[in-house]
């Protein structure tokens, strides 16, 4: 396995500015998460997908965030119209069905200016 | 909802020395799972508990589950630099199935001093 990737690893945005964020799982993983950490704390989850399903989200996601994983295969988290209480680290994780552990990335960190 | 309290929050230690870490959850458990990140980088999987009393070890760390399944401990033996970093605890709650959403403490920051 390779391992969950995300791309990118650092991105640098002005407020009011959309970005969008890619996670790729490891390969057979149904299940997709999405996390946010910020600085000094541990993460905090955002939403969850089965294959192409988006099973959860927290209410932590405002209608400013979307994510979708349409082929149940690589997942995409965009942000849009930013603030600068949307820095922080976004963390991927990926779980396969028989087993419950997740596996994370190395996450994307985002700095609003 | 489900709280996780780490402690420390944050620990020096000599090489050499063993330490532990303690997780604390407000309610029952399901999984208790234990993590580690480097500074700015993402979380490594170490050892996922389940069971009352359970525990687990890998190289020189140990990992318990109490009988209530709501307290972990973390148990580092004779440590090293490389066990430097952020530990965290992340749990699912006893009424939730395998592969839900963790909920996180805030970690213990490990410096291990040469």
């Known amino acids: 396995d390779t391992g969950v990737s995300q791309d990118p690893r650092h991105k640098i945005t002005k407020r009011g500015q959309n970005v969008t964020f890619r996670c790729d799982p490891i390969?057979?993983?149904?299940?997709l998460y999405w996390y946010r950490q910020t600085l000094g704390q541990g993460p905090e989850f955002l939403t969850y997908?089965?294959?192409?399903?988006?099973?959860?989200k927290s209410r932590l996601l405002s209608d400013r965030f979307s994510a979708e994983r349409p082929k149940g295969s690589f997942s995409t988290l965009e942000i849009q119209r930013t603030e600068q209480g949307d820095s922080a680290m976004y963390l991927c994780?990926?779980?396969?069905?028989?087993?419950?552990?997740?596996?994370f990335g190395p996450g994307t960190r985002l700095t609003v200016l | 909802s489900q709280e996780l309290e780490q402690s420390p929050q944050s620990l020096i230690v000599q090489e050499g020395k063993n330490l532990t870490i303690n997780c604390t959850s407000s309610?029952?458990?399901?999984?208790l799972y234990w993590y580690k990140q480097k500074y700015g980088e993402g979380l490594i999987f170490l050892m996922m508990?389940?069971?009352?009393?359970e525990e687990k070890s890998h190289e020189k760390i140990t990992a318990k589950l109490d009988e209530k399944k709501q307290q972990s401990s973390l148990h580092i033996t004779a440590s090293q630099p490389s066990h430097a970093g952020i530990y965290l605890c992340?749990?699912?709650?006893?009424?939730?199935?395998?592969?839900?959403?963790?909920?996180f403490g805030t970690g213990t920051r490990l410096a291990v001093r040469p």
């Open positions: 994780a990926s779980s396969p069905k028989i087993t419950d552990t997740q596996y």
């Open positions: 309610k029952t458990l399901y999984g």
């Open positions: 992340g749990a699912v709650p006893l009424g939730k199935s395998s592969g839900d959403k963790l909920t």
């Open positions: 508990l389940q069971k009352g009393g």
């Open positions: 390969s057979e993983h149904n299940r």
């Open positions: 997908f089965q294959n192409e399903a988006q099973l959860e």
